[in-house]
């Protein structure tokens, strides 16, 4: 880490990618790391767990981005924030249907509260959480960031394409404020303390939450959602990537995003392991990783669901030095510790 980055503001941060990512930032040497949350999909005890890990404790407030002071005035508080990682937004799909407009009103104002902040405190870095959903389906594999986007599927999408067009039209008028989107793929796993993880406040919508949940006896046998995609055996296929990858590539983009280095704003890197991996692959591998056997079915396709994508993400590579290190074997016994642990 550069030494002269001692402070970033982190939204979200006692959320699933937010709390891995505090850890990044602490085990790479950033002093303060202040974090905005209003704990909708969190909790507050999640910083005893940070600090369990590495021992800090990051500076947190309880505040609502969308509401537009409130992030105001933590920046006014902290004339020493060097960088934002932008995480707070909501994010399940099928609800995101139900509820556009909140989901438009989120997304969006909080976005636009954190650029207008980033602009008036001049915070010289802003990292963004996109997601490969901008993609849509498309027919060439793997894909890369000069990947054509298309149309999204749900509201939740289309906040992630609107939220990186802002950005872009953001940083034509701010070129002094280096702003970097960085697209993930399918975010899994946990810290491998078990300390740190997802935790499913609401009904989990993602697979690898269902599978451990329903291991764990908390939900009943889950369905496979169609194996009848144009796939190896018929079920979807993913790029899924341990979440301590994707907090690393963070600290990375803001090192980049704090260099001379970066000369296109915003750059745009994809988060992926590169992998395909078919929903079925997936469940064998967290019953063989973890000698459990699965209680599932399956059932008709789930509506919205691309039959298959996965990343090329030797852009994030290339320019951020950042490579998953961990398999997806690791994935599933950190994800499935985390769930025990969660039961303790
Ligand atoms: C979903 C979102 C994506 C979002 C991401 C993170 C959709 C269409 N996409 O990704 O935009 O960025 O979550 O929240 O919802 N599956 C089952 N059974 C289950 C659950 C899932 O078979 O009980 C399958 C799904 O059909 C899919 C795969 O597992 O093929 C992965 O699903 P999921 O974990 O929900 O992620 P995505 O759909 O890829």
Redesign the pocket.
Known sequence: MNKELSCVLVTGGAGYIGSHTIIELFNAGVQTVISVDNYSNSTEETYARIEAVCGKNPVHYEADISHPGHLKTICKAHPEIQGIIHFAAL????ESVEKPLEYYRNNLDGLLHVLECVAEFQIKSFIFSS???VYGQTSVFPVNENTPLSE???P??YT?LAGERIIRDFAVIHPEIHCVLLR?????GAHPSGLIGEIQLQK????????TM?AAGILPA?????ND?PTRDG????D?VHVCDIADAHVKALRFSQSEVQTVNPEIFNLGSGEGV??LE?IKAFERVNQLVLN?AI?P???????A?YSDSSKAEKQLQWKPAYTLDDMMASAWKWQQNLGK
């Open positions: 994010k399940a799909v099928g997601s490969c959903t999204p599927e749900s939740y999408g992630k993930y793929f399918n975010p899994v989990p919508n993602n697979l690898v939450p269902i599978i329903s889950f369905s496979v959602h169609g995609y079920t979807c296929i993913r899924y078919s929903v997936a599932y059932g396709r789930r509506a919205g669901d691309i039959s994508i």
